[in-house]
Protein backbone atom coordinates (compact mmCIF):
# COMPACT_ATOMS: atom_id res chain seq x y z
CA UNK A 1 0.00 0.00 0.00
CA UNK A 2 1.59 3.46 -0.66
CA UNK A 3 2.43 5.35 2.21
CA UNK A 4 0.12 8.01 3.58
CA UNK A 5 2.27 11.56 2.81
CA UNK A 6 2.41 14.51 5.24
CA UNK A 7 -1.02 16.83 4.38
CA UNK A 8 -0.32 20.47 3.90
CA UNK A 9 -2.26 23.83 3.90
CA UNK A 10 -2.00 27.21 3.08
CA UNK A 11 -1.19 29.81 5.42
CA UNK A 12 -3.68 32.91 4.88
CA UNK A 13 -4.26 35.69 7.96
CA UNK A 14 -3.05 33.21 10.76
CA UNK A 15 -5.29 30.47 9.44
CA UNK A 16 -4.65 26.87 7.46
CA UNK A 17 -6.68 27.04 4.39
CA UNK A 18 -7.27 25.15 1.44
CA UNK A 19 -6.37 26.19 -2.10
CA UNK A 20 -9.56 26.49 -4.18
CA UNK A 21 -8.83 24.94 -6.94
CA UNK A 22 -9.18 21.64 -3.66
CA UNK A 23 -5.97 20.47 -6.16
CA UNK A 24 -2.69 19.07 -4.12
CA UNK A 25 0.67 18.15 -5.67
CA UNK A 26 3.52 16.45 -4.61
CA UNK A 27 6.71 17.66 -3.58
CA UNK A 28 9.64 14.57 -4.37
CA UNK A 29 12.43 13.72 -2.13
CA UNK A 30 15.77 13.23 -4.76
CA UNK A 31 17.57 10.83 -2.77
CA UNK A 32 15.11 8.66 -3.16
CA UNK A 33 12.87 9.82 -6.10
CA UNK A 34 9.73 8.78 -3.87
CA UNK A 35 6.88 12.05 -3.01
CA UNK A 36 7.19 12.69 0.63
CA UNK A 37 4.28 15.41 1.42
CA UNK A 38 1.49 16.95 -0.51
CA UNK A 39 1.26 20.83 -0.45
CA UNK A 40 -1.91 22.84 -1.58
CA UNK A 41 -1.73 24.02 -5.78
CA UNK A 42 -2.64 28.19 -5.26
CA UNK A 43 -3.53 29.99 -8.03
CA UNK A 44 -4.95 33.12 -8.20
CA UNK A 45 -7.76 33.21 -6.07
CA UNK A 46 -5.38 32.38 -3.32
CA UNK A 47 -2.96 34.73 -3.66
CA UNK A 48 -5.88 37.59 -3.88
CA UNK A 49 -7.15 36.68 -0.18
CA UNK A 50 -3.35 36.33 0.64
CA UNK A 51 -2.33 40.04 -0.29
CA UNK A 52 -5.66 41.00 0.83
CA UNK A 53 -4.64 39.76 4.56
CA UNK A 54 -1.34 41.29 4.35
CA UNK A 55 -3.02 44.51 3.13
CA UNK A 56 -5.41 44.29 5.82
CA UNK A 57 -2.89 43.46 8.46
CA UNK A 58 -0.38 45.91 7.06
CA UNK A 59 -3.09 49.16 7.06
CA UNK A 60 -4.49 47.58 10.37
CA UNK A 61 -3.66 49.31 13.95
CA UNK A 62 -2.07 47.19 15.60
CA UNK A 63 0.86 47.04 13.04
CA UNK A 64 0.88 50.53 12.47
CA UNK A 65 1.38 50.93 16.41
CA UNK A 66 4.24 49.10 16.72
CA UNK A 67 7.65 50.72 17.20
CA UNK A 68 10.55 49.66 15.26
CA UNK A 69 12.02 48.72 18.91
CA UNK A 70 9.09 46.22 18.76
CA UNK A 71 8.93 45.10 15.55
CA UNK A 72 12.84 44.07 16.51
CA UNK A 73 11.66 42.31 19.20
CA UNK A 74 9.47 39.92 17.46
CA UNK A 75 12.21 39.46 14.96
CA UNK A 76 14.54 38.38 18.21
CA UNK A 77 12.15 35.72 19.42
CA UNK A 78 11.40 34.70 15.45
CA UNK A 79 15.26 34.24 15.34
CA UNK A 80 15.65 32.36 19.07
CA UNK A 81 12.83 30.34 17.54
CA UNK A 82 14.57 29.17 14.43
CA UNK A 83 17.65 28.13 16.60
CA UNK A 84 15.69 26.43 18.53
CA UNK A 85 13.77 24.10 15.42
CA UNK A 86 17.47 24.56 13.49
CA UNK A 87 18.35 20.79 13.11
CA UNK A 88 14.36 19.87 12.23
CA UNK A 89 14.00 22.71 9.88
CA UNK A 90 17.36 21.63 7.98
CA UNK A 91 16.46 17.77 7.71
CA UNK A 92 13.41 19.10 6.10
CA UNK A 93 15.05 21.06 4.04
CA UNK A 94 17.91 18.45 2.84
CA UNK A 95 14.88 15.75 2.19
CA UNK A 96 13.04 18.44 0.02
CA UNK A 97 16.38 19.74 -2.38
CA UNK A 98 18.75 16.66 -1.41
CA UNK A 99 21.06 19.51 -0.33
CA UNK A 100 23.83 17.79 2.07
CA UNK A 101 22.97 17.49 6.17
CA UNK A 102 26.47 19.84 6.91
CA UNK A 103 25.38 22.60 4.67
CA UNK A 104 21.44 22.51 5.40
CA UNK A 105 22.52 22.56 8.99
CA UNK A 106 25.13 25.32 9.15
CA UNK A 107 22.84 27.87 7.19
CA UNK A 108 19.43 27.08 9.20
CA UNK A 109 21.87 27.48 12.55
CA UNK A 110 23.35 31.08 10.66
CA UNK A 111 19.62 32.10 9.63
CA UNK A 112 18.43 33.32 13.14
CA UNK A 113 21.39 35.94 12.84
CA UNK A 114 19.49 37.76 9.86
CA UNK A 115 16.72 38.10 12.11
CA UNK A 116 18.78 39.72 15.10
CA UNK A 117 20.89 41.84 12.29
CA UNK A 118 17.91 43.45 10.77
CA UNK A 119 16.20 43.30 14.56
CA UNK A 120 18.56 45.74 15.23
CA UNK A 121 18.17 48.13 12.49
CA UNK A 122 14.19 48.13 12.79
CA UNK A 123 14.44 51.14 15.33
CA UNK A 124 16.84 53.18 13.37
CA UNK A 125 15.09 53.79 10.03
CA UNK A 126 14.66 57.23 9.71
CA UNK A 127 14.77 60.44 7.26
CA UNK A 128 16.83 63.36 7.96
CA UNK A 129 16.22 67.05 8.11
CA UNK A 130 17.37 68.70 5.28
CA UNK A 131 18.08 72.53 4.83
CA UNK A 132 17.22 74.35 2.16
CA UNK A 133 17.18 77.42 0.74
CA UNK A 134 14.21 78.62 2.52
CA UNK A 135 14.94 80.11 5.80
CA UNK A 136 11.62 79.46 6.98
CA UNK A 137 10.78 76.03 5.82
CA UNK A 138 11.28 73.11 8.54
CA UNK A 139 12.10 70.36 5.75
CA UNK A 140 12.41 66.45 6.47
CA UNK A 141 12.09 63.35 5.51
CA UNK A 142 10.08 60.14 6.49
CA UNK A 143 11.29 56.74 5.62
CA UNK A 144 8.27 54.65 5.59
CA UNK A 145 7.36 51.06 4.41
CA UNK A 146 6.24 50.47 1.34
CA UNK A 147 3.39 48.34 2.13
CA UNK A 148 2.50 44.19 1.15
CA UNK A 149 5.65 42.62 -0.44
CA UNK A 150 5.67 39.36 -2.51
CA UNK A 151 8.59 37.36 -1.74
CA UNK A 152 9.02 34.66 -4.80
CA UNK A 153 11.69 32.17 -3.30
CA UNK A 154 13.65 28.96 -5.53
CA UNK A 155 14.47 25.56 -4.45
CA UNK A 156 18.09 25.83 -3.79
CA UNK A 157 18.53 27.83 -0.44
CA UNK A 158 14.70 28.22 0.90
CA UNK A 159 14.43 29.34 3.75
CA UNK A 160 18.05 31.31 3.70
CA UNK A 161 16.71 33.34 1.34
CA UNK A 162 13.22 33.55 2.32
CA UNK A 163 14.79 35.02 5.11
CA UNK A 164 17.14 37.28 3.67
CA UNK A 165 13.29 39.03 2.26
CA UNK A 166 11.78 38.97 5.09
CA UNK A 167 13.72 40.62 7.88
CA UNK A 168 14.18 43.50 6.30
CA UNK A 169 10.67 43.58 4.76
CA UNK A 170 9.03 43.34 8.69
CA UNK A 171 12.13 45.45 10.13
CA UNK A 172 10.85 47.96 7.93
CA UNK A 173 7.54 47.84 8.84
CA UNK A 174 5.78 46.00 5.81
CA UNK A 175 3.95 42.57 5.53
CA UNK A 176 4.42 39.86 2.93
CA UNK A 177 3.37 36.67 0.87
CA UNK A 178 5.72 34.30 0.60
CA UNK A 179 5.70 32.34 -2.59
CA UNK A 180 8.07 29.43 -2.01
CA UNK A 181 9.22 27.19 -4.93
CA UNK A 182 6.86 24.33 -6.26
CA UNK A 183 10.21 21.96 -5.63
CA UNK A 184 10.96 22.77 -1.89
CA UNK A 185 7.03 24.57 -0.18
CA UNK A 186 7.46 22.04 3.35
CA UNK A 187 9.91 24.17 5.07
CA UNK A 188 7.85 27.53 4.51
CA UNK A 189 5.23 25.98 5.77
CA UNK A 190 6.88 24.65 8.78
CA UNK A 191 8.47 27.89 9.32
CA UNK A 192 5.16 29.78 9.22
CA UNK A 193 4.54 28.43 12.46
CA UNK A 194 7.29 29.94 14.01
CA UNK A 195 6.34 33.36 12.81
CA UNK A 196 2.98 33.13 14.72
CA UNK A 197 4.51 31.92 17.98
CA UNK A 198 6.84 34.45 18.09
CA UNK A 199 3.83 36.42 18.14
CA UNK A 200 3.41 38.17 15.04
CA UNK A 201 0.30 39.35 14.09
CA UNK A 202 -2.28 37.25 11.51
CA UNK A 203 -1.81 38.12 8.33
CA UNK A 204 1.59 40.15 8.78
CA UNK A 205 3.33 36.87 6.64
CA UNK A 206 1.14 34.84 4.97
CA UNK A 207 2.15 31.43 2.33
CA UNK A 208 0.65 30.37 -0.90
CA UNK A 209 2.28 27.47 -2.47
CA UNK A 210 1.78 26.79 -5.80
CA UNK A 211 3.71 26.98 -9.45
CA UNK A 212 4.77 29.56 -10.78
CA UNK A 213 3.41 30.10 -13.66
CA UNK A 214 0.21 30.63 -11.69
CA UNK A 215 0.48 31.61 -7.97
CA UNK A 216 3.96 33.18 -8.63
CA UNK A 217 2.33 35.43 -11.47
CA UNK A 218 -0.45 36.43 -10.05
CA UNK A 219 1.68 37.44 -6.83
CA UNK A 220 3.24 39.60 -9.47
CA UNK A 221 0.08 41.06 -10.85
CA UNK A 222 -1.43 41.69 -8.55
CA UNK A 223 -2.49 45.61 -7.73
CA UNK A 224 -1.94 45.57 -4.06
CA UNK A 225 1.11 44.19 -3.68
CA UNK A 226 3.66 47.46 -3.67
CA UNK A 227 7.21 45.43 -4.12
CA UNK A 228 8.16 42.12 -5.49
CA UNK A 229 11.56 40.74 -4.16
CA UNK A 230 12.50 37.75 -6.23
CA UNK A 231 15.18 34.67 -6.77
CA UNK A 232 15.43 32.20 -9.07
CA UNK A 233 16.16 32.00 -13.21
CA UNK A 234 17.01 34.94 -15.25
CA UNK A 235 14.00 34.34 -17.54
CA UNK A 236 11.47 34.27 -15.03
CA UNK A 237 13.17 37.14 -13.36
CA UNK A 238 12.46 39.40 -16.60
CA UNK A 239 8.70 37.93 -16.40
CA UNK A 240 8.62 38.82 -13.10
CA UNK A 241 9.89 42.55 -13.89
CA UNK A 242 7.21 42.88 -17.01
CA UNK A 243 4.44 41.74 -15.00
CA UNK A 244 5.22 43.92 -11.78
CA UNK A 245 6.09 47.48 -14.13
CA UNK A 246 2.05 46.75 -15.35
CA UNK A 247 1.23 48.17 -12.05
CA UNK A 248 4.58 50.13 -11.26
CA UNK A 249 5.01 47.75 -8.35
CA UNK A 250 9.07 47.77 -7.00
CA UNK A 251 11.24 44.75 -7.89
CA UNK A 252 14.32 43.62 -6.83
CA UNK A 253 15.91 40.48 -8.52
CA UNK A 254 18.33 37.78 -7.29
CA UNK A 255 19.06 36.17 -10.45
CA UNK A 256 21.99 33.83 -12.04
CA UNK A 257 25.56 34.25 -12.95
CA UNK A 258 27.88 32.42 -14.82
CA UNK A 259 30.99 34.11 -12.29
CA UNK A 260 34.75 33.98 -13.13
CA UNK A 261 36.54 32.36 -10.41
CA UNK A 262 40.56 33.12 -11.67
CA UNK A 263 43.67 31.45 -10.83
CA UNK A 264 47.07 33.87 -11.50
CA UNK A 265 50.56 32.04 -11.07
CA UNK A 266 51.42 33.45 -7.77
CA UNK A 267 48.17 31.81 -5.88
CA UNK A 268 48.50 30.07 -3.10
CA UNK A 269 47.36 26.88 -5.37
CA UNK A 270 46.23 24.89 -2.50
CA UNK A 271 43.95 27.30 -0.76
CA UNK A 272 42.97 28.11 -4.29
CA UNK A 273 42.08 24.43 -5.65
CA UNK A 274 39.36 24.50 -2.32
CA UNK A 275 38.21 27.41 -3.35
CA UNK A 276 37.57 26.23 -6.68
CA UNK A 277 35.94 23.01 -5.13
CA UNK A 278 33.55 25.09 -2.89
CA UNK A 279 33.08 27.21 -5.70
CA UNK A 280 31.39 24.39 -7.92
CA UNK A 281 30.86 21.37 -6.39
CA UNK A 282 29.30 22.74 -2.94
CA UNK A 283 25.40 22.18 -2.92
CA UNK A 284 25.55 20.25 -5.99
CA UNK A 285 26.52 23.51 -7.91
CA UNK A 286 23.38 24.68 -7.29
CA UNK A 287 24.04 27.98 -6.10
CA UNK A 288 23.90 31.19 -8.05
CA UNK A 289 26.98 32.42 -6.99
CA UNK A 290 29.11 28.94 -8.68
CA UNK A 291 32.18 29.37 -9.91
CA UNK A 292 31.12 27.80 -12.54
CA UNK A 293 34.07 29.08 -15.35
CA UNK A 294 37.82 28.78 -14.19
CA UNK A 295 40.29 30.52 -15.28
CA UNK A 296 44.04 29.11 -14.84
CA UNK A 297 47.24 31.22 -16.20
CA UNK A 298 48.58 28.46 -18.30
CA UNK A 299 51.92 28.29 -16.01
CA UNK A 300 49.54 26.62 -13.22
CA UNK A 301 47.24 24.96 -15.69
CA UNK A 302 47.88 21.35 -15.54
CA UNK A 303 49.27 21.27 -12.21
CA UNK A 304 46.12 22.76 -10.65
CA UNK A 305 43.65 20.93 -13.00
CA UNK A 306 45.33 17.24 -11.80
CA UNK A 307 44.99 18.73 -8.28
CA UNK A 308 41.23 19.63 -9.09
CA UNK A 309 40.61 16.17 -10.41
CA UNK A 310 42.20 13.93 -8.10
CA UNK A 311 40.28 15.90 -5.00
CA UNK A 312 36.84 15.65 -7.30
CA UNK A 313 36.93 11.91 -7.93
CA UNK A 314 37.61 11.41 -3.61
CA UNK A 315 33.86 13.92 -3.13
CA UNK A 316 31.82 11.40 -1.23
CA UNK A 317 28.59 10.87 -2.97
CA UNK A 318 25.43 9.53 -0.83
CA UNK A 319 22.41 9.97 1.26
CA UNK A 320 22.50 13.58 1.79
CA UNK A 321 20.83 13.45 5.45
CA UNK A 322 24.16 11.85 6.43
CA UNK A 323 27.16 14.29 7.48
CA UNK A 324 29.46 12.14 5.95
CA UNK A 325 28.33 13.31 2.54
CA UNK A 326 29.97 15.60 0.71
CA UNK A 327 27.93 16.08 -2.15
CA UNK A 328 24.03 15.12 -2.97
CA UNK A 329 21.81 14.87 -5.45
CA UNK A 330 20.22 17.76 -7.89
CA UNK A 331 17.45 18.77 -6.43
CA UNK A 332 15.00 17.45 -8.79
CA UNK A 333 14.94 15.27 -12.45
CA UNK A 334 14.44 17.93 -14.89
CA UNK A 335 17.42 19.73 -13.52
CA UNK A 336 19.39 16.70 -13.71
CA UNK A 337 18.69 16.43 -17.33
CA UNK A 338 19.24 20.12 -17.58
CA UNK A 339 23.01 19.06 -16.42
CA UNK A 340 23.45 15.91 -18.57
CA UNK A 341 22.24 17.78 -21.77
CA UNK A 342 24.86 20.45 -21.09
CA UNK A 343 27.29 17.80 -20.66
CA UNK A 344 26.50 16.53 -24.35
CA UNK A 345 26.79 20.40 -25.37
CA UNK A 346 29.60 20.63 -23.96
CA UNK A 347 31.52 18.16 -25.94
CA UNK A 348 29.56 19.05 -29.67
CA UNK A 349 31.63 21.97 -29.02
CA UNK A 350 34.79 20.25 -28.40
CA UNK A 351 35.88 20.62 -24.53
CA UNK A 352 37.38 18.33 -23.47
CA UNK A 353 35.45 16.20 -20.60
CA UNK A 354 38.07 15.14 -18.20
CA UNK A 355 36.36 13.65 -15.04
CA UNK A 356 32.60 12.90 -14.50
CA UNK A 357 29.98 14.20 -16.88
CA UNK A 358 27.43 11.11 -16.05
CA UNK A 359 25.68 10.02 -13.02
CA UNK A 360 27.19 7.29 -10.27
CA UNK A 361 27.36 3.55 -11.31
CA UNK A 362 27.17 3.28 -7.58
CA UNK A 363 23.45 1.52 -7.06
CA UNK A 364 22.67 2.98 -3.71
CA UNK A 365 22.88 5.85 -5.64
CA UNK A 366 20.38 4.85 -8.48
CA UNK A 367 17.00 6.15 -7.19
CA UNK A 368 18.63 9.73 -6.86
CA UNK A 369 19.04 12.49 -9.09
CA UNK A 370 23.04 12.50 -9.19
CA UNK A 371 25.53 13.65 -11.49
CA UNK A 372 29.46 13.52 -10.65
CA UNK A 373 31.60 16.03 -10.37
CA UNK A 374 32.65 17.49 -13.92
CA UNK A 375 35.73 18.84 -15.45
CA UNK A 376 35.83 19.98 -18.63
CA UNK A 377 38.92 21.55 -19.63
CA UNK A 378 40.46 23.53 -23.39
CA UNK A 379 36.75 25.34 -22.83
CA UNK A 380 36.70 28.58 -24.87
CA UNK A 381 34.91 31.24 -23.27
CA UNK A 382 32.45 32.16 -26.53
CA UNK A 383 30.92 28.04 -25.89
CA UNK A 384 28.00 27.88 -24.10
CA UNK A 385 28.85 25.76 -21.48
CA UNK A 386 31.02 28.93 -21.09
CA UNK A 387 28.28 31.19 -21.21
CA UNK A 388 25.03 29.57 -19.85
CA UNK A 389 23.87 28.99 -16.21
CA UNK A 390 24.10 25.52 -15.93
CA UNK A 391 23.56 25.17 -12.08
CA UNK A 392 25.22 21.89 -11.55
CA UNK A 393 28.29 20.63 -10.55
CA UNK A 394 29.51 20.90 -13.78
CA UNK A 395 32.91 23.92 -14.35
CA UNK A 396 34.48 24.91 -17.13
CA UNK A 397 38.49 25.35 -17.06
CA UNK A 398 39.63 27.97 -19.49
CA UNK A 399 43.54 28.77 -19.71
CA UNK A 400 44.72 32.23 -20.11
CA UNK A 401 47.96 34.53 -20.55
CA UNK A 402 47.86 38.06 -19.63
CA UNK A 403 45.59 39.75 -16.88
CA UNK A 404 44.23 42.02 -19.93
CA UNK A 405 42.93 38.57 -21.89
CA UNK A 406 41.34 36.95 -18.52
CA UNK A 407 40.02 40.56 -17.47
CA UNK A 408 37.76 40.98 -21.13
CA UNK A 409 37.44 37.16 -21.41
CA UNK A 410 36.13 37.30 -17.62
CA UNK A 411 33.57 40.42 -18.13
CA UNK A 412 32.29 38.73 -21.64
CA UNK A 413 29.35 37.28 -20.50
CA UNK A 414 25.49 38.37 -20.19
CA UNK A 415 26.08 38.25 -16.06
CA UNK A 416 27.87 39.46 -13.25
CA UNK A 417 27.18 38.15 -9.88
CA UNK A 418 30.21 37.51 -8.71
CA UNK A 419 33.84 36.63 -9.08
CA UNK A 420 36.68 34.80 -7.62
CA UNK A 421 40.04 36.43 -7.78
CA UNK A 422 43.29 34.25 -6.45
CA UNK A 423 47.03 36.40 -6.42
CA UNK A 424 49.13 37.04 -3.75
CA UNK A 425 49.81 40.31 -5.57
CA UNK A 426 48.42 43.51 -4.06
CA UNK A 427 48.38 45.94 -6.71
CA UNK A 428 46.55 43.79 -8.87
CA UNK A 429 43.55 42.58 -6.50
CA UNK A 430 42.83 46.25 -6.47
CA UNK A 431 42.90 46.98 -10.06
CA UNK A 432 40.92 43.49 -10.75
CA UNK A 433 38.55 44.21 -7.88
CA UNK A 434 37.68 47.69 -10.06
CA UNK A 435 37.81 45.92 -13.20
CA UNK A 436 35.58 42.91 -12.94
CA UNK A 437 32.14 43.36 -13.48
CA UNK A 438 30.39 41.95 -10.95
CA UNK A 439 28.27 43.21 -7.67
CA UNK A 440 30.93 40.51 -5.44
CA UNK A 441 34.43 40.37 -6.01
CA UNK A 442 36.15 37.63 -3.40
CA UNK A 443 39.93 38.01 -3.17
CA UNK A 444 41.79 34.52 -1.92
CA UNK A 445 38.63 33.73 -1.08
CA UNK A 446 35.13 32.19 -2.40
CA UNK A 447 30.92 32.04 -1.29
CA UNK A 448 32.01 34.36 1.53
CA UNK A 449 28.84 36.00 2.40
CA UNK A 450 27.58 37.88 5.52
CA UNK A 451 23.90 39.84 6.46
CA UNK A 452 25.26 42.74 7.23
CA UNK A 453 27.23 43.28 3.45
CA UNK A 454 25.28 44.13 0.43
CA UNK A 455 24.91 41.47 -2.13
CA UNK A 456 23.44 41.52 -5.72
CA UNK A 457 24.08 41.26 -8.87
CA UNK A 458 25.49 43.50 -12.38
CA UNK A 459 24.23 43.12 -15.86
CA UNK A 460 21.66 40.63 -16.15
CA UNK A 461 22.48 39.26 -12.61
CA UNK A 462 20.31 41.06 -10.92
CA UNK A 463 18.61 44.67 -9.97
CA UNK A 464 19.10 45.65 -6.58
CA UNK A 465 20.74 44.53 -3.34
CA UNK A 466 19.99 42.54 -0.79
CA UNK A 467 21.69 42.24 2.96
CA UNK A 468 23.30 45.28 4.90
CA UNK A 469 21.72 48.59 5.34
CA UNK A 470 21.42 48.88 1.12
CA UNK A 471 18.26 46.01 1.62
CA UNK A 472 16.31 48.56 3.60
CA UNK A 473 15.95 51.25 1.03
CA UNK A 474 14.67 48.48 -1.43
CA UNK A 475 11.53 48.15 1.21
CA UNK A 476 11.46 51.53 2.09
CA UNK A 477 9.59 55.02 0.60
CA UNK A 478 11.06 58.36 1.41
CA UNK A 479 8.23 61.01 1.80
CA UNK A 480 9.44 64.84 1.95
CA UNK A 481 7.66 66.93 4.48
CA UNK A 482 7.19 70.79 4.29
CA UNK A 483 6.61 72.97 6.78
CA UNK A 484 6.16 76.25 6.79
CA UNK A 485 7.08 77.95 10.17
CA UNK A 486 7.16 81.67 9.28
CA UNK A 487 4.51 84.18 9.08
CA UNK A 488 1.55 84.15 6.56
CA UNK A 489 1.16 82.73 3.53
CA UNK A 490 1.03 85.58 0.74
CA UNK A 491 -1.81 85.34 -2.23
CA UNK A 492 0.52 84.00 -5.06
CA UNK A 493 -1.52 86.33 -7.26
CA UNK A 494 0.10 89.62 -5.92
CA UNK A 495 3.11 90.84 -7.69
CA UNK A 496 5.48 92.10 -4.82
O1 LIG B 1 13.56 28.74 -11.31
P1 LIG B 1 12.46 29.78 -11.52
P2 LIG B 1 13.54 27.22 -11.65
C1 LIG B 1 18.22 29.03 -12.32
C2 LIG B 1 18.81 27.69 -12.64
C3 LIG B 1 17.63 26.86 -12.95
C4 LIG B 1 16.75 27.87 -13.63
C5 LIG B 1 15.30 27.55 -13.54
O2 LIG B 1 19.63 27.78 -13.77
O3 LIG B 1 17.91 25.80 -13.79
O4 LIG B 1 16.97 29.07 -12.94
O5 LIG B 1 14.99 27.13 -12.22
C6 LIG B 1 8.61 31.11 -9.41
N1 LIG B 1 5.94 34.43 -12.27
N2 LIG B 1 18.04 29.28 -10.91
O6 LIG B 1 12.63 26.82 -12.74
O7 LIG B 1 11.49 29.36 -12.55
C7 LIG B 1 8.80 29.66 -9.09
O8 LIG B 1 7.57 29.07 -8.74
C8 LIG B 1 6.28 34.49 -10.97
C9 LIG B 1 18.86 30.30 -10.36
O9 LIG B 1 13.35 26.55 -10.39
O10 LIG B 1 13.13 31.07 -11.68
C10 LIG B 1 9.78 29.74 -7.95
O11 LIG B 1 9.10 30.04 -6.74
N3 LIG B 1 6.98 33.54 -10.35
C11 LIG B 1 18.61 30.57 -8.98
C12 LIG B 1 10.67 30.92 -8.36
O12 LIG B 1 9.92 31.66 -9.30
C13 LIG B 1 7.39 32.48 -11.08
C14 LIG B 1 17.78 29.76 -8.15
C15 LIG B 1 11.99 30.51 -9.00
O13 LIG B 1 11.71 29.69 -10.10
C16 LIG B 1 7.09 32.38 -12.46
C17 LIG B 1 16.95 28.83 -8.84
C18 LIG B 1 6.32 33.41 -13.05
N4 LIG B 1 6.00 33.39 -14.35
C19 LIG B 1 17.13 28.62 -10.17
N5 LIG B 1 7.62 31.22 -12.93
C20 LIG B 1 19.49 31.51 -8.25
N6 LIG B 1 19.84 32.62 -8.86
O14 LIG B 1 19.83 31.28 -7.10
C21 LIG B 1 8.26 30.64 -11.90
N7 LIG B 1 8.10 31.38 -10.77
Redesign the pocket.
Known amino acids: MAKELKRYKLSINGRWEEAASGKCFETVNPYTGEAWALLPEGGEEDVDRAVRAAREAFESKEWKSLTGGQRGQLLRRLGDLIAQHAERLARIETTDNGKIIRETTFQLKAIPDCYYYFAGWADKIHGEVIPTDKPTILNYTLREPIGVVGA??????PLY?TSIKLAPALAAGNTVVI?????TSVSALEFIQLVEEAGFPPGAVNVVT????K??????KHQLVGK?A????????K??AK?AADHLARVTL????KSPNIVFEDADLDSAVNGAMAGIFAATG????AGSRLFLHESIHDRFVEKLVARAKTIKMGDPTSWGTEMGPL??K??RE?VLTYVEIGKEEGAKLVYGGEPPTDPELKKGYFVKPTVFVDVENHMRIAQE???GPVVSVIRFRTEEEVIQMANDVRYG?AAGLWTQDVKRVHRLAKELQAGTVWVNTYRTLAFSSPFGGYKE??IGKENGFEVLREYTQLKSVWVETGGPIGDPFVMR
Request: glycine share 16%; net charge negative.
Open positions: IIPWNSLKPSEIGFGEAGAALTIFTGGCETGLVSELGGQTCIAFDQKEIFLSG
